[in-house]
């Protein structure tokens, strides 16, 4: 990747991106902090395939998720390692299970099975990392995730069981 920078006398900067397939990309940095991103199929071209911009809280925002700063990708090798010992199931909570209509804290599922719920499907909504103060209702859908041993031993919490 090739990176050309000048600079825009009474109105900022401009960055010039080459990536290594080809097409080019032009960022200008305004004074005021207002940015203007500009894609090109090549260098030649005279109009952008597309156009946005960005005020100075959302550019660093989205420069934060590029730097990778709540999230970091897994290289193939470790990804490969990962997928084979830990798994992410969708479970349902039956009404007369034994986590129904109880807070997460109190079912103890992650010291039982080992799993952590790491979402739940409540209807059309979605709670995502749910605090340990959340009720699991009949009906939710449990995302999981541990090993097959841990998700299959929260699974069987989440099952109807007999009084």
């Not at 900022?12 to 990536?19: A, E």
């Not at 992410?88 to 103890?108: C, F, G, H, L, Y």
């Not at 299959?152 to 007999?162: D, P, V, Y």
Request: charge should be negative.
């Amino acid at each position: 990747m090739q990176i050309k920078c000048a600079d825009l006398p009474g109105i900022g900067r401009k960055y010039t991106i080459y990536p290594v397939e080809g097409s080019m990309f032009v960022i200008i940095i305004h004074h005021t902090g207002r940015r203007e991103i500009y894609f090109m199929r090549d260098e030649d071209d005279d109009e952008p395939l597309l156009t946005f911009e960005l005020n100075d809280e959302e550019a660093r925002k989205v420069g934060a998720i590029l730097l990778g700063v709540d999230y970091q990708p897994v290289s193939g090798d470790r990804l490969d390692t990962l997928l084979k010992n830990i798994r992410i199931e969708w479970i349902q909570v039956a009404p007369r299970s034994e986590v129904a209509n109880r807070k997460i804290k109190d079912t103890r599922i992650r010291t039982i099975t080992g799993a952590t719920v790491i979402g739940i499907q409540r209807g059309d909504e979605i709670i995502g990392s749910p605090d340990v103060e959340e009720a699991l209702l009949p009906g939710d859908v449990l995302m999981a995730i541990g090993k097959r041993a841990q998700t299959k031993a929260l699974e069987s919490m989440c099952t109807e069981q007999e009084h």
